[in-house]
């Protein structure tokens, strides 16, 4: 579908996310002559030039070569750093909607940090940004909220700007290509569908597992720590596409109703251990005696006639020996063993869907070693991304693309935070401080 002409305003236009994610995201998306300027709001000291040359030079960071005059495209506002008022930025939106006929179609981005989303919504609020003739749609990063009371005055915040349906919450895990083809892979292939469930699952194991460590990000990953920071969006999200019902027809809010059914068939957490890397306290910026966890696993069981008995294991943390996230299914034992493999125990099959990197889903299961003894061999058949497809954009091309199609399928709706939060909120930080655990090696 052609995107519709409209004004994309990135509000903290000179931040990380805007340089490493969106600009990039941007050039491939809007690159097909779509009628669109962009606004970048900043504090820092650019006029429209100066913004256009460090734009090229942060695009040409992330990789991207190509651009022709694609920069041309973009504007910059400065604004004063106290009062984040929005009042500049009013003006200009109109200057640029006249001079380039866009409709009043308007997209604003806050790619900024969490303690700035409600001055800024507020100001949109008071210059009445969201109320045009045209469409209008708010994109929030997370995290949003640190738990469920401030969720739901930033939620108030946010209503009272613009409607539910305008809100597109990003949870860039949701624009993954391969956690989208979950949606594929379950309800395309009724084979799968007919064994996911108690019957023939033992449990599901959701690992999110990375090598680096909190890097430049001490201080709000010290006061965040592993649960807020990935578990209460991330995994929970993943999570819960895996366990949703089939919707009653692949549209926003079928999906999302099914989602947060999940969601609220969780009753509490079962269990759950923290971890925190030797030498995380060493980090600059955090604190000698900081007890904020950096790895986690977490029990949890949805309680539903699908479900009911399986457990659900969510595991994640950083410095961890390998980089990958992955979903395994893993089935039940055959009910009665007439082969035993030497050696080991008996085990069920496996289905795994590795989210990153090298993306592929694979089942394991059992072969007969050639030969007169019946000895058996573990084996699997798979589907590689790269064997079948050439390579796929980041997931912030995909959500940008869905924000501009108004398509809120990949975005998550507030009864769905609101539900995480509840999930997770008792057990957002260690009652005892975490266990440590060597970079690089597997919290035991
Ligand atoms: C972010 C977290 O949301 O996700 C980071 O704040 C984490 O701490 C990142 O590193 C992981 O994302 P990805 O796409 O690299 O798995």
Redesign the pocket.
């Known amino acids: 579908m052609p995107i519709p002409a409209h004004l994309f305003v990135i509000l903290g236009g000179t931040g990380d996310l805007a340089a490493r994610k969106l600009l990039p995201a941007l050039s491939h998306v809007l690159s097909d002559g779509a009628p669109c300027e962009v606004l970048a709001v900043g504090t820092k000291q650019f006029d429209d030039d100066s913004y256009r040359s460090w734009a090229a030079e942060q695009l040409e960071a992330a990789g991207v070569t190509e651009t022709g005059d694609w920069c041309g495209r973009l504007h910059y506002q400065r604004i004063e750093r106290n009062g984040f008022d929005l009042g500049a930025v009013a003006s200009r939106i109109e200057d640029l909607e006249t001079e380039f006929d866009l409709a009043g179609n308007r997209c604003f981005y806050l790619a900024l940090p969490p303690q700035l989303f409600e001055p800024a919504l507020r100001s949109i609020g008071e210059h009445r940004l969201l109320e045009t003739d045209g469409w209008h749609r708010l994109v929030i990063e ?2 949003f909220g640190t738990d469920a009371a401030t969720a739901a005055h930033l939620d108030e915040v946010v209503h009272a700007a613009a409607d539910e349906s305008d809100v597109f919450r990003i ?3 949701l624009g ?1 290509e391969t956690v989208r083809n979950l949606l594929a892979f379950r309800f395309a292939n009724p084979i799968f569908e007919a064994s996911w469930n108690r019957d023939r699952v033992e449990e599901v194991v959701i690992t ?1 597992a ?1 090598t ?1 460590g ?1 890097g430049s ?1 001490a201080r ?2 010290d006061r ?1 720590g592993v649960v807020r ?2 578990v209460q ?2 995994l929970t999200q993943v999570l819960s596409l895996v366990a949703m019902e089939p919707p009653v027809e692949l549209v926003a809010d079928a999906i999302r109703d099914e989602k947060v059914k999940v969601l609220r068939a969780i009753r509490r957490v079962d269990r759950i251990e923290y971890g925190q890397y030797d030498g995380y306290r060493d980090e600059e910026g955090i604190p000698d005696d900081s007890t904020t966890p950096t790895w986690v696993e977490a029990e949890v069981h949805v309680d539903c006639w699908r479900w009911q008995g399986v457990p659900f294991i969510l595991r994640t943390g ?1 410095m961890l020996p390998e ?1 990958k ?1 992955k979903v395994e299914i893993r089935y039940r034992k055959p009910p009665v063993t007439l082969l035993e493999p030497e050696g080991r125990e008996p085990r069920g099959n496996v289905l795994t869907v590795t ?2 990197p090298d993306e592929a889903f694979d089942l394991s299961f059992e072969v007969k070693e050639p030969g007169e003894a019946m000895r058996l061999r573990r084996t699997k058949m798979g589907f590689d991304y790269a064997d079948e497809f050439p390579p796929f954009g980041d ?1 912030y091309e995909t959500l940008l693309a869905d924000v501009l199609s108004g398509d809120q399928t990949l975005f998550v709706r507030a009864d769905e935070v609101a539900e995480s939060w509840r999930i997770w909120e008792p057990l957002l930080d260690p009652t005892d401080p975490p266990t440590e655990y060597e970079p690089g090696t597997w919290p035991s």
Do not use: F, I
Request: positive net charge; hydrophobic residues 30%.
């Open positions: 997370k995290p949870d860039h895990y993954k999110v990375e680096v909190v990000r709000y990953y965040a920071d990935m969006n991330h950083k980089r996230s989210l990153q997931a």
